[in-house]
């Protein structure tokens, strides 16, 4: 049996894994889940020595251990990819597409067809161009890594809702999260011409992916709570 690693434990690292397996790149993760044996025989002494203070409860000694593993998985398939953090969008994109753009940009490997079905099945979300009765348009930010491996459990807890109210739920700015839009949280990343963040901003941006996913799914929740009362 393949040896998988649990996403749901391993924050951001842990979803580049996820993308990977997803999309074939079977070497890769069999050699990051062979190289994990080496990882602790060679780094946990030097955890150990460095960072546990006496009375370290068992809770935080796993947490070290844990982000070591990490950097360091994340470091290997950034070698492995030949991927580097200068090809991560640095802002969120503000426009939309047409689905025959995302599909001509590669954004996802979908026919037509199969990116119409993933909105009924809460992957992708779109909306209707200002002005027009028909036709549905894609926006952009939501095909920015690592949202479309977050952007589902969000959209199921928005179900129902109008595709209006979909997105202005995304690109509106939330007191609780710190005048943060939710798209700009799940994504890690402000939008383009936000304009200089302050600290506060940009710790909650660079919170793992897991809890930022947390965070937004909890003003989700409250917002579907305000609508039903």
Known sequence: MPHVIDDRNH??????????????????????????????????????REKMAPGLVDEQFHRLVRKALEDRLTAMLVI?????????????????????????????????????RCVDTNRFYCVKPLGQSNGRVFPEWQFVSPVPELLPAVLSDL????????????????????????AELLAGKPFAGRGELHSSQTRLLRLPAAERLRRVLAVAERQREGVAH
Do not use: M, W
């Open 159 to 182: 179900r129902g809702s109008v595709t209006t109210e979909v997105h202005a739920f995304f690109v509106t700015a939330r007191d609780e999260l710190n005048e943060l839009a939710p």
């Open 80 to 116: 492995e990819t030949g991927e580097s953090q200068d090809a991560v969008p640095a802002s969120l994109p503000v426009g939309n597409l047409k689905p025959s753009d995302v599909i001509g940009q590669g954004l996802v490997q979908l026919s037509l067809a199969s990116l119409y």
């Open 11 to 48: 924050g951001a690292a842990g979803i580049r894994i996820h993308a990977i397996l997803s999309e074939g790149h079977r070497s890769t993760g069999a050699r990051v889940a062979r190289d994990v044996a080496e990882i602790f025989a060679t780094d946990i002494e030097g955890v150990l």
